[in-house]
């Protein structure tokens, strides 16, 4: 069985990438060597990891840090476990600000991790990128986004390319001088010649949409 290592050469991938897509190329060397490789040597927690993603979706950092804070007190752990999540009932989260549906996806995502159905760092090792996908998705209010973060930012996989992705279409759009963002099937076709590096051309999409709207002049709202 193949046993896949946390982190990838960034050097070599952004060298790959340079000489595969010219136009990305130019964009590497504007944008200069990313600093990702720190999230790959942290420990990592699968549960806890995709309990905070639960928290915080459709809300503001600020907003969701609040309740994550909320949620550690009432379980008086810093880890979102299966055992640590079973300790409040649905009443005390409610309490912390978090909604019916994410208690339920939260209660779902305890359950499974108790029944041994979601892989921790060690047995991801052992799984291809689609295995995990597949595994992780199974888990209510867990998407394949949030999945492509993780395997991205934690586990340091070097092929994925997150084509649903506002922030990466954006980029994408940006790189080929497109009128329009590609749509997701697109960009995974485009994608390809970036292989096996797509994550860091991911990452580099990410900066160059970030770079092109920091360049725009603040636009007046009418609560200023």
């Known amino acids: ?74 379980l008086d752990a810093r880890k979102l476990h299966a055992d640590t999540l079973c300790r409040v009932d649905d009443a005390a989260l ?58 991205m930012f934690h586990l340091g996989r070097p092929d994925v390319l997150p084509v649903d992705d506002l922030g990466v279409r954006k980029g994408a759009q940006l790189l080929d001088k497109l009128d329009e963002m590609p749509k997701p099937r697109a960009l995974a076709e485009r994608g390809e010649k970036w292989g096996p590096y797509r994550t860091l051309a991911g990452l580099y999409l990410w900066r160059i949409a970030d770079s092109a709207a920091a360049a725009k002049p603040a636009v007046k709202r009418s609560q200023d």
Request: hydrophobic fraction near 45%; include cysteine; aromatic fraction near 6%.
């Open 1 to 74: 069985m193949a046993r896949y290592v946390r982190g990838f050469d960034l050097d070599v991938a952004a060298a790959h990438l340079a000489k595969r897509d010219r136009k990305l190329g130019r964009w590497i060397e504007r944008i200069g060597p990313l600093d990702v490789a720190v999230g790959w040597r942290k420990p990592f927690d699968t549960t806890d990891s995709l309990a905070r993603a639960i928290l915080y979706q459709q809300l503001s950092g600020k907003a969701a840090a609040t309740i994550v804070g909320r949620v550690e007190v009432a």
């Open 94 to 151: 409610r309490a912390c600000g978090v909604s019916g549906n994410k208690t339920l996806a939260l209660r779902d995502l305890a359950a499974r991790a108790a029944r041994g159905e979601v892989p921790s760092s060690r047995e991801m090792a052992g799984l291809h990128d689609a295995d995990i996908i597949e595994r992780l998705t199974a888990v209510r209010g867990i998407g394949r986004w949030t999945v492509e973060m993780m395997l």
